[in-house]
């Protein structure tokens, strides 16, 4: 009987196959080298971690460019082909199951955390952008503030794109603050910096209109709530601003709604301060820039009024100057022959106060109520009226006095126009020949004037008051 010859029996040799090529590439898609290690090629494997992680890094720190991500991007599809490719080599296997399904719970997690993190930095920067779009700062902090460092990892671009806003914000904040400071002091200095810093915003950060609008609007509305004569000098300062030729020269629209109201306002305290020539160039102002305004009636009244007052402090302070020369009181009343005509009385020292007091009340009147000035100059010798003899106690001779009325040139002035209305001499009567003469002095023949009685003085003074 014949038996089979037995086959020779071989040591069997190290396995040598194709490792699962999606297996390997899923695995390299974690960005972690896991299909290098089923690979077994663990060098490779620690090369590629530790160059993700610099790329991490440089993605989340230095370098958050678009053009780094893309870099990244073909950094991650090159781990990818590459697995591909050495998968198709045959190589001693290391002992791992299921590759496929450690390749995927490794990869999926990772793949998974960046497409949500990169979701959530794409609905961060609807937020900013929403935020940005309606000017409102606030919002788009709140929106900055959710930012951490895998968005920086995996949307860089975002990122910087949120930080240019919230450096815009920033200025912003500092040149709000600036603009209220330069607002309150009147500061046209700081003013020009906070509108060069608005105009370097629009210029260095495109897109953050809408916050810089928001920014300008807030200052320009805070204007209407001053006084009025710090709107009208901050209004003053914005019609002078040199166009810039962008979205500040908005600045402009306002003033026809808050200057005319300012200037009347501020006309309004300069005259109750008596600061008259400061009133009155608000006033004018008013009417000079806004034609037909609904404010032109009181602004001409205000002209008026201060014209006025700027005659009374101008006659006030040329005092008995006047009667050098004349000026005008617009407000005063007309001279009128036949009736009253009060007057604001000059007069030189000779003609003592105690005469001025002994002219009737209703003649005299301050500035503001007078009709005429009356200038009375210096005393002359009047017509005689009596020669009476008396005895020089000192010697005992007989000595003759001749008493003469009091005589003064008057000028009397029209208070409305400056004009002279009389040019005459006053010779005042009065008592004479009392019965002692207390000294007969050098002249000789000897004079002396009569002692008026406040009759005496008012019927010499009526032609000049009561023409």
Not at 186 to 199: K, M, N, P, V
Not at 441 to 456: A, I, K, T
């Amino acid at each position: 009987m014949d038996y089979p010859t037995p086959e020779p029996y071989y040591e069997p040799k190290p396995e040598l196959a194709r490792q699962d090529r999606l297996a390997v590439a899923i695995g390299n898609a974690s960005l972690l080298g896991v299909g290098y290690l089923l690979l077994g090629r663990r060098a490779w494997a620690v090369v590629t971690t530790l160059v993700t992680i610099a790329f991490l890094v440089l993605l989340g720190t230095a370098v958050p460019g678009v053009w780094f991500e893309v870099l990244f991007l073909v950094w991650w599809a090159a781990l990818v082909a590459h697995g591909w490719y050495l998968a198709r080599i045959p190589v001693r296997l290391p002992s791992v199951r299921w590759p496929r399904t450690v390749a995927l719970l490794i990869a999926v997690p990772v793949l998974v955390g960046i497409g949500y993190v990169r979701f959530d930095a794409a609905s961060i920067e609807d937020r900013i952008t929403e935020a940005r779009d309606s000017g409102d700062c606030g919002k788009a902090q709140s929106a900055l503030d959710m930012i951490w460092f895998g968005h920086h990892v995996v949307d860089g671009p975002m990122t910087v794109r949120g930080e240019r806003t919230a450096q815009a914000c920033a200025r912003l904040a500092d040149t709000k603050g600036a603009l209220e400071v330069a607002a309150s002091k009147r500061d046209t200095q700081g003013l020009q910096s906070s509108y060069d810093e608005l105009g370097a915003v629009l210029t260095d950060l495109p897109g953050h209109d809408r916050m810089v609008s928001t920014v300008l609007d807030g200052f320009l509305d805070s204007l209407s709530g001053r006084e009025p004569c710090d709107v009208a000098e901050l209004a003053d300062w914005l019609r002078q601003r040199p166009a810039s030729n962008n979205l500040l020269d908005r600045s402009a629209d306002v003033l026809p709604k808050i200057a005319p109201a300012a200037l009347v306002g501020c006309g309004d305290k300069r005259a109750e301060a008596r600061d008259w020539d400061a009133a009155k160039a608000r006033y004018q102002q008013m009417l000079d820039q806004y034609p037909g305004h609904e404010l032109t009636a009181k602004a001409q009244e205000g002209v008026k009024q201060a014209t006025l007052g700027l005659e009374l402090q101008n006659l006030a302070r040329l005092g008995k100057g006047y009667c050098k020369t004349p000026v005008v009181y617009s407000g005063a009343a007309p001279y009128a022959k036949g009736a009253t005509n009060r007057a604001v009385v000059y007069h030189d020292d000779d003609f003592d106060d105690m005469y001025i007091k002994k002219l009737p009340a209703e003649w005299q009147a301050d500035n503001s109520q007078a009709v005429m000035v009356v200038c009375i100059g210096e005393r002359e010798a009047g017509a005689p009226v009596r020669t009476c003899p008396y005895r020089d106690r000192s010697d005992g001779r007989v000595r003759n006095v001749t008493f003469s009325k009091m005589a003064y040139p008057v000028k009397a002035y029209e208070l409305r126009t400056g004009n002279l209305v009389a040019d005459t001499r006053v010779e005042i009567a009065g008592a004479a020949c009392p019965p002692t003469v207390t000294s007969f002095g050098d002249n000789d023949p000897l004079r002396m004037v009569v002692e008026p009685s406040d009759s005496d003085i008012r019927a010499a003074f009526a032609p000049v008051f009561t023409p």
